[in-house]
């Protein structure tokens, strides 16, 4: 009997150790990892100068790390940090470069007014997928050596002060979907190597002061959303821009394009809510297939160089709420170039119509009167249209401006 005792005890002792050996996560390995990690968000502590809302008084050893403020850890790799989500808490600071050895970092967020170069060293995580710097003051060089971050889907680099040109090595980043540079100093060209990759589909980088073509290959992503405004752009919007069938958001704003559009844009922008293209010098007809992208709520074409008679379809566009052609050379030598407006009147979400100073002729037709009450801007001055204020126009109960035509 003491026999069979002795023999269950070790049994038991075995399994002890074994289930110790194979589910233990505190081996000498593991602490030595769960060290360097601790130590790195120490150094990155360390590099805050002013904490206003006092988020990282969690960040002493009355507390694992794993339970800091902002820090998250994986369940699988037990105490690595695989999420730094510092979003807006008004931390002022310099990025450490010791941010480099929490090498199970998946998603790094520090909207706040961090300061100094970016850190070379991210370049090892090698696991990272989602970067947020944005809304900082972080200046000098895109990194190049982001490329070494092979998993990136999303780079926000937005509202900073850096400078230099945007780096030809981003377009090796096969998994990118969002990349956001807008309100930088940045110069240069947009690199033709972003067309290579297949998975984009944001590109902001509006704000800058890059210069030179968009590039033809851009038309190899998936782009449903993109903003180059308020740069130096030249050229004509490139053809395949027209591929992107998904696109929603289009705005060149600000730039120096030339050319026409084409006049297949609604057929080949279906899903297409805002198209904001002014401050061009773009020629040519307003393409009267913008009536088929049905879901467009924002048309902003003025201050170019358009020509000839509106198109008289745009009521087909029941979700509209914003339209301004002004300041173009719109309009014909027939002299009814108002008819455009009977069609407008059938948008009944629409709140501001703007097509002051071109050449429109013609009389100013009653139906401006059956706008839906949501309008509370109408500006058709410095035209060439005659009549009067049609009766019932009092109606428009929102209607807080309408200028003297003429």
Request: net charge positive; proline share 4%; hydrophobic share 40%.
């Amino acid at each position: 009997m003491n026999a069979f005792i002795s023999s269950f005890v070790l049994y038991t002792i075995f399994l002890l150790l074994l289930c110790i050996h194979l589910w233990c996560p505190i081996t000498a390995n593991n602490m030595q990892q769960n060290e360097t990690d601790r130590l790195a968000l120490i150094a990155f502590k360390d590099g805050i100068t002013h904490d206003p809302l006092g988020m990282l008084s969690s960040w002493n050893d009355s507390l694992h790390f794993c339970r800091w403020s902002g820090v998250h850890c994986s369940r699988r790799h037990v105490h690595r940090v695989t999420q730094l989500n510092l979003f807006s808490y008004g931390l002022v600071g310099s990025l450490s470069p010791h941010i480099g050895n929490l090498t199970f970092l998946r998603t790094i967020i520090l909207q706040n007014s961090f300061h100094g170069k970016l850190s070379s060293e991210i370049n090892g995580l090698f696991r990272l997928q989602v970067l947020l710097l944005s809304n900082n003051y972080f200046e000098g060089k895109v990194p190049t050596n982001l490329t070494y971050c092979s998993e990136l889907k999303v780079l926000n680099l937005t509202d900073n002060k850096l400078d230099g040109k945007i780096p030809e090595e981003l377009g090796s980043l096969s998994k990118l979907k969002y990349l956001g540079s807008s309100r930088n100093n940045l110069t240069g060209k947009i690199p033709a190597s972003l067309g290579n990759l297949s998975s984009l589909t944001l590109l902001s980088a509006g704000y800058n002061n890059l210069e030179g073509s968009i590039p033809e290959e851009l038309g190899r992503t998936i782009l449903y959303f993109i903003h180059l405004g308020f740069n130096r752009l030249t050229g004509t919007i490139p053809s395949s821009m027209y591929n992107l069938s998904n696109m929603r958001y289009f705005l060149l704003i600000d730039n120096q394009l030339e050319g026409s559009l084409s006049q297949d844009m609604g057929v080949a922008f279906p899903h297409l809510r805002l198209l904001s293209l002014l401050g061009n010098r773009l020629t040519g007809h307003v393409p009267v297939s913008l009536s088929n992208a049905s879901m467009l709520e924002h048309i902003f074409l003025h201050n170019n160089s358009f020509t000839g008679p509106v198109p008289p379809n745009l009521g087909r566009l029941q979700n509209l709420l914003v339209i301004s052609m002004a300041q173009n050379q719109l309009g014909s030598s027939k002299g009814d170039d108002l008819n455009f407006i009977d069609s407008l009147a059938n948008c009944t979400k629409l709140r501001v119509i703007q097509f002051h100073q071109n050449f429109l002729k013609g009389h100013l037709v009653s139906t401006i009167a059956n706008f839906s009450t949501h309008i509370s801007r109408i500006n058709l001055g410095f035209n060439q249209i005659h009549g009067t204020i049609p009766s019932g126009i009092e109606n428009l109960v929102n209607l807080t401006y309408i200028p003297k035509f003429g």
